[in-house]
């Protein structure tokens, strides 16, 4: 009785933690800046899928606009860059804020980062995912506005424990063809986006939308 009272006052702790209401994000900072117009830099890529910086660049945008802000173009910003000398990312990621305002006029500019991208395979089974991290950057002054991270994966929606042996071998053929001759993890990267800036923990709604200033549901 006392080792499994003693071990009940060990895990108590763990167990409130684990069922205590997670913090609130912070957006002071976002709410006293309120930005209008952002500019979506080309993103990192830290995978080893080249594919990865234009599909995120390119699929970003969608979630910022609905969220009620203006985004300046990809097109725009890529021809932009392309006339002023600057081809990669990490040059783009390195111009000093008052000059990126200066030259698109945006009241904040998005720092993305691709950690994870593409299909990884592992005898017989496989999975396609995108991993993307943000930071949007008040270019006015150079104060963070807000930060975050999300991940989409096709082990989401597969069940691999139902299958059984041969639909597993037959079904990483078939994921093998898929991203042999088309950007599995394009569309994964669209869901990844979608969560990054629209998820519990995303941007402030855009002065476009009617819920303008306000946060999105925050997680229990």
């Not at 392309?82 to 990126?100: E, M």
């Not at 990483?172 to 994964?188: K, L």
Request: with cysteine; aromatic share 8%.
């Amino acid at each position: 009785m006392r080792r499994i009272a003693w071990l009940g006052a060990l895990l108590a702790p763990l167990l409130l933690g684990a069922c205590a209401t997670r913090a609130p994000k912070d957006y002071s900072a976002f709410q006293r800046a309120r930005p209008a117009v952002i500019l979506v830099l080309p993103p990192l890529n830290e995978s080893p899928d080249i594919k990865a910086t234009p599909a995120v660049w390119s699929s970003i945008t969608r979630p910022l606009a609905e969220a009620g802000y203006y985004v300046v173009p990809v097109t725009l910003a890529d021809e932009t860059f392309k006339q002023n000398g600057v081809t990669t990312s990490h040059d783009a990621q390195q111009i000093p804020a008052d000059r990126l305002r200066q030259f698109f006029g945006a009241d904040a500019a998005l720092y993305l980062r691709v950690s994870e991208y593409g299909t990884r395979y592992q005898v017989i089974v496989s999975e396609t995912a995108v991993n993307v991290s943000a930071r949007l950057v008040d270019l006015r002054d150079g104060a963070l506005l807000w930060e975050g991270t999300a991940r989409a994966s096709s082990a989401e929606q597969q069940q691999a424990g139902q299958a059984g042996l041969i639909g597993l071998l037959v079904q990483a053929v078939v994921n093998q063809i898929v991203s042999a001759t088309t950007d599995a993890a394009y569309g994964y990267a669209g869901v990844a986006g979608a969560r990054l800036i629209g998820g519990p923990e995303g941007v402030l709604y855009g002065p476009r939308s009617p819920r303008s200033g306000q946060p999105p549901a925050q997680p229990r």
